[in-house]
């Protein structure tokens, strides 16, 4: 694959992230973290992409990159952005909505099943 996942964290403990590595580590799957607290640029792009410094932002980039390989969908108006999918991203996801995503772009053989 030609793409990896990447996620926007923050240095302090965030429930949601914890979550997120959980999904990872229990599917093996690999992905790399941007700490947005060590990077003011990512920090601005995340406040940009989710109007706040919203962690998990899981985006799906090309390999070596760490922006979206597609355009996404735009911020919800009419609901929360936590696990509004979004194309090649995905903010704040429970476990339902991150392996949904994930299986929707080819990471898990099936979608959430509890």
């Known amino acids: 694959m030609n793409k990896e996942i990447v996620m926007y964290v923050r240095n302090h403990y965030c429930p949601g992230v914890a ?3 959980d999904v990872f580590k229990r ?3 690999q992905y790399r973290e941007i700490d947005i607290d060590d990077d003011p640029e990512m920090a ?8 706040h410094l919203s962690v998990p932002t899981i985006v799906i980039a090309r390999v070596g990159e760490d922006l979206p390989y597609s355009d996404f969908l735009p911020r919800p108006t009419d609901r929360s952005i936590k696990g509004y999918d979004r ?3 995905i903010t704040e996801p429970n476990n339902r909505a991150l392996e949904n995503w994930l299986y929707k772009h080819g990471y898990l053989e099936k979608p959430y099943s509890r």
Do not use: C, D, Q
């Not at 601005?44 to 109007?51: C, L, M, S, Y």
């Open 44 to 51: 601005r792009r995340v406040k940009e992409w989710t109007h």
């Open 19 to 21: 979550l997120a590595r």
């Open 27 to 29: 599917y093996n799957i």
């Open 87 to 89: 194309g090649p991203m």
